[in-house]
Structure formats: structure tokens, C-alpha cells
């Protein structure tokens, strides 16, 4: 049976999956709850990594030695970089860059890596989706704040949040990204060490304009934001599973 591990940074970030599997059995390991149960036929496993690199690392570890998936997906929010994402729209992270840290160094360790990828099966299974719910390419054209994007692009990672525009731009030389977020690019580091597949996406909550008390404040924007986001997840398991969406 094929398994396929899921990991969020927040509890609302993989609610959805709860709901959604079969024989669903919920254990304590390793200071993380971790969910098991199948979905159409394959065996998925979620945990809600925390917040941070470290956290996603440990998270993504554990379940690769303990559960040995094919495949690790990472969604949930980030901030919007990229003038032409709106918030709401997706970014499906081709490739995954750390923000404060000095990647030569990281290199020199396997896999011997200064920035990483999601599998390319993977962002194609991901693109095609999302295409086919009615989002449109932010590359190839513009589209107006109530129309849905996606934009295979570039993630960087940090253990700040990113606020204000001092820090956004900081960000942006410095990674060239189209969102930033604070455990993307360790979860795929984590899965090329290991050497399985994976996939980071992103919705985004918000433009880095704001702190993170308040984004904490629009709990209802959040909750739709991060259940997009779960919601796609699940549908591109679906793909990997059968093919297609079930």
C-alpha cells in the first residue's frame, strides 16, 4: 500500500485531513500527534509540524523513518512577495530557499544542496489540479483580485515572520521569492536527504504588511485560507493515487 505523509505548520492546516480518511487512528510520538488512516486505497499519515525549521525537520524526519512514505506533501500560508498574487491564490513551490541562513555552509553536508525542489511530478500533478478547479496561471496572465491564481515559483523560508516593509523587501533581495513562510524549504531538504519525493504549496494570507498578532485576529480569513489549502492537498493525493481527481 502506498503512503503518503502530509505535514502542516499549524492544527488548522491539516483539520481537514481528520475528516477525510478511513479507520482514522491518532497517536502521540516523538512530541507530535500523529494521524493515520487510509484514502482511497493508500495509507496517509499527518502531524502538525509547529511553527519554524527545526520543527518542520523533526516533523518530516520522524515520519519518513517511522512511516516510510513515497511521498511527503507540506501546505498551509505564507506571505505574498510577487506583486501579481493576490491573497487567496496559490503558490506551488518548484523551488525552496532558506531566508537567514548561510546555505554554503548547509551544503557541505549531504545532500549537498544551497536551495531545494519539490518533485516536478509532483508540481505537475498540483498545476494540473488547480487548473482544472478554474485557477488561473499568474505567469501568463493578468487576473483581477477575485480570480483565482497559482504560480509555480519560488518559496523562501525563514524562522522570522516576515512583516513591514523593511523585512519584505530584505526578503525579497534576498531570495527573489514569491512568498515566505517559516518551514517550507526545511521539509524538502529533509525529503532530498532522504531521497523521496515531495511537494511544498502555499496559500497566501497576506502581503507581509502585517504583524503576526493581528493576522492572528482574522481567524476566519485564516481558517478559509488554510482549509484551501488542506482542501488542494487532498486533491492531489487523489492524482498521485488514481491518476486523476476522484
Known amino acids: 500500500m502506498k503512503t503518503i505523509a502530509i505535514i502542516g505548520a499549524l492544527e488548522k492546516e491539516v483539520r481537514e485531513v481528520a475528516s477525510a480518511v478511513d479507520g482514522a487512528v491518532t497517536t502521540q510520538e516523538a512530541g507530535l500527534t500523529v494521524l493515520a488512516g487510509t484514502y482511497h486505497g493508500a495509507r496517509l499519515v499527518a502531524t502538525t509540524a509547529g511553527m519554524g525549521t527545526v520543527n518542520a525537520a523533526a516533523a518530516a524526519q520522524h515520519l519518513i523513518s517511522t512511516y516510510h512514505p513515497e511521498a511527503l506533501i507540506f501546505s498551509g500560508i505564507a506571505g505574498g512577495l510577487n506583486p501579481v498574487l493576490h491573497i487567496g491564490d496559490i503558490v506551488i513551490g518548484e523551488r525552496l530557499r532558506y531566508l537567514d541562513t548561510d546555505t554554503a ?20 500533478a498540483a498545476e494540473a489540479l488547480l487548473t482544472s478547479r478554474g485557477y488561473c496561471n499568474a505567469a501568463e ?3 483581477g483580485p477575485d480570480s483565482l491564481q497559482y504560480l509555480r515559483g519560488i518559496i523562501a523560508t525563514g524562522d522570522r515572520f516576515v512583516a513591514g516593509a523593511e523585512m519584505r ?40 504588511d502585517e504583524a503576526y498578532d493581528a493576522l492572528c485576529t482574522r481567524e476566519f480569513d485564516l481558517e478559509e485560507y488554510a482549509q484551501r489549502a488542506s482542501n488542494i492537498t487532498l486533491g492531489i493525493v487523489r492524482r498521485v493515487i488514481c491518476g486523476n481527481e476522484a
Open 169 to 208: 523587501e530584505r526578503a525579497i533581495e534576498a531570495t527573489h521569492a514569491d512568498c515566505v513562510e517559516m518551514e517550507g524549504a526545511a521539509i524538502a531538504h529533509i525529503a532530498a536527504k532522504n531521497g523521496i519525493d515531495c511537494l511544498v504549496m502555499r496559500a497566501i494570507s497576506d502581503n507581509c
Open 141 to 143: 496572465q493578468a487576473a
Open 105 to 124: 555552509l548547509l551544503a557541505e553536508s549531504a545532500p549537498g544542496l544551497e536551495e531545494y525542489t519539490s518533485t516536478p511530478a509532483l508540481v505537475d
